[in-house]
């Protein structure tokens, strides 16, 4: 089955071309099925291309969903179009009586902000603790996944002396190997990461409310779930694209001093030589493994009774 996307979403004619399977809300309506609802809150500057990143990897399943894109109403997008955030973008003032099966929270430009100092982050609170009664399963990525911790656990973040910016190998904790959230994975997988920010390892273990199920001798805390994977915290970016990490390298290369080649990512370690990719196929499959195992399975057919 394929994903319900908005009519008009730039994304669907990019994943066309890639041969992805999406269709617009018209053609949706026709098919007499209950799709799984996903809200999406898109706090990354460039919205296009994240939009595009997670419907690539929400697409890889055969169930179908129905994706909404929440914004702010505290905070004004700068790098994306007025008229795309109008058309395509839903205050969460007007989301806060629905439910959701899933929900993801993106990363965002501020990780060298304390969490109170972010202009946002009241109303980003309030759509943290909503999540808890209205969505059967959120994923939090980089600055969300840091920023929810602290929220719900009290877990500070810790300015790194250097960018963690690179792909770094994961080891899944053998307690949580059979973990379905990791059905057929392999013991290590690569994962990508751009922060300059960390949750630390000891913090996360001493919180019995929390568990740490994937780890990285490089960069540290990898994904921690809590509540029996109601809620799902990513510190990296399984959801890049080939090309990301590039185009961050490219853009900060001459403009700071502390500007170094991302780990494990260039061919021969020469971005003249561009990445090698080694990435996508566990990031298809954890996607594919949080929609089926923590949604699907789980998430009531009458979505009013989600709670």
């Known amino acids: 089955m394929p994903l319900r996307l908005p009519d008009r979403l730039p994304a669907i004619k990019l994943l066309e071309d890639e041969n992805i399977f999406v269709i617009d809300e018209t053609r949706g309506h026709t098919q007499d099925i209950r799709p799984l609802k996903v809200v999406v809150l898109n706090l990354m500057p460039i919205k296009i291309t994240t939009e595009t990143d997670l419907i690539r990897l929400l697409s890889n399943t055969p169930l179908q969903i129905d994706v909404t894109f929440m914004k702010l109403k505290t905070h004004t997008s700068k790098n994306t179009p007025v008229e795309h955030m109008q058309q395509f973008y839903i205050p969460f003032d007007e989301l806060r009586e629905k439910k959701f099966d899933g929900m993801i929270i993106t990363g965002a430009p501020v990780e060298n902000m304390a969490f109170e100092e ?31 911790l602290y929220h719900f656990h009290n877990i500070p973040k810790y300015g790194l002396p250097k960018k963690m910016f690179g792909v770094f190998p994961q080891t899944i904790n053998e307690r949580f190997a ?122 009531p057919y009458n979505i009013d009774e989600i709670c």
């Open 178 to 299: 059979n973990d379905p959230l990791f059905r057929g994975f392999d013991e290590v997988f690569q994962m990508p990461h751009s922060r300059h920010t960390e949750v630390k390892r000891e913090d996360i273990l001493m919180n019995k409310d929390l568990s740490l199920v994937v780890n990285s001798k490089e960069s540290g805390v990898g994904i921690v779930t809590a509540r029996g994977g109601r809620e799902i915290f990513i510190t990296g970016h399984m959801e890049y694209n080939p090309d990301t990490l590039d185009g961050e390298y490219m853009r900060d290369l001459g403009k700071r001093n502390d500007v170094e080649l991302p780990k494990h990512y260039y061919k021969d370690n020469d971005h003249r030589k561009g990445p090698i990719v080694t990435w996508r196929a566990h990031a298809n499959l954890f996607y594919h493994n949080w929609i089926n195992y923590y949604i699907y399975q789980r998430t």
């Open 118 to 148: 972010v202009d946002y982050w009241p109303e980003v609170s309030e759509i943290f603790d909503w999540a808890r009664t209205h969505v059967t399963s959120t994923l939090y990525i980089c600055w969300a996944a840091q920023a929810a």
